[in-house]
């Protein structure tokens, strides 16, 4: 499978916990993106990388919330002591070239859901 | 601030008929355009995108959309829908740092046999 994944599909924690979410991208791409979505609504952008380096964040991520992207391959969100308006789809994506002929290609999310 | 607002949260078609979602955007200069279909269990899956020249932009399983500076719209058309099109539908825009795209809060489209 060449498309974006990410692991795993649904993760159900109790609030204070701590969890992690892995994104492995298309390979040769080298921008990276987090959004977030909640039922009926689009998706809402959390953060952004460019190969390793993280370009822009979202001032709606509060500081419970960091991402990574080592070596500019695949990235993990992280989000400590959960609160249940955490619960939601978290979607990457990544795509490759410029942003003005940027085609992204997400991955089938993560469902969390906080108890 | 940008913003993009599609006005139908649902839209209820027969199959072979044709079908327009509408999207509006708030945008200062000239836009980055996307239509994107999320299919249940599916990730979204980019249709179409309009970055300047011709307003009418053909894109994949038959769609086509048209860009109206005019109207600040940029609608999503099919001239004939199948049951497989059953999807939610999200129009976008890019930023004006281009690092991300704002969303619609997408279309439901419900297909009658």
């Known amino acids: 499978d060449t498309g974006v994944s990410q692991d795993p599909r649904h993760k159900i924690t109790k609030r204070g916990q701590n969890v992690t979410f892995r994104c492995d991208p298309i390979s040769e791409h080298n921008r990276l993106y987090w959004y977030r979505q909640t039922l009926g609504q689009g998706p809402e952008f959390l953060t952004y990388f460019q190969n390793e380096a993280q370009l822009e964040k979202s001032r709606l991520l509060s500081d419970r919330f960091s991402a990574e992207r080592p070596k500019g391959s695949f990235s993990t969100l992280e989000i400590q002591r959960t609160e249940q308006g955490d619960s939601a789809m978290y979607l990457c994506?990544?795509?490759?070239?410029?942003?003005?002929?940027?085609?992204?290609?997400f991955g089938s999310g993560t469902q969390l859901s906080v108890l | 601030a940008q913003s993009v607002t599609q006005p139908d949260i649902h839209i209820t078609v027969s199959e072979g008929a044709s079908l327009e979602l509408r999207c509006n955007y708030s945008y200062g200069a000239t836009p980055y355009l996307f239509w994107y279909v999320q299919s249940p269990g599916q990730g979204l899956q980019l249709l179409l995108k309009?970055?300047?020249?011709d307003t009418l932009v053909q894109g994949i399983k038959g769609f086509e959309a048209e860009f109206k500076r005019s109207q600040s719209s940029f609608n999503l058309r099919k001239p004939s829908v199948h049951w497989s099109d059953a999807a939610e539908y999200f129009c976008?825009?890019?930023?004006?740092?281009?690092?991300?795209?704002?969303w619609g809060a997408g279309t439901k489209l419900i297909i009658k046999p």
């Open positions: 994506a990544s795509g490759q070239g410029d942003a003005t002929n940027e085609k992204l290609f």
């Open positions: 976008a825009v890019a930023s004006e740092s281009n690092y991300q795209l704002i």
């Open positions: 309009y970055f300047s020249g």
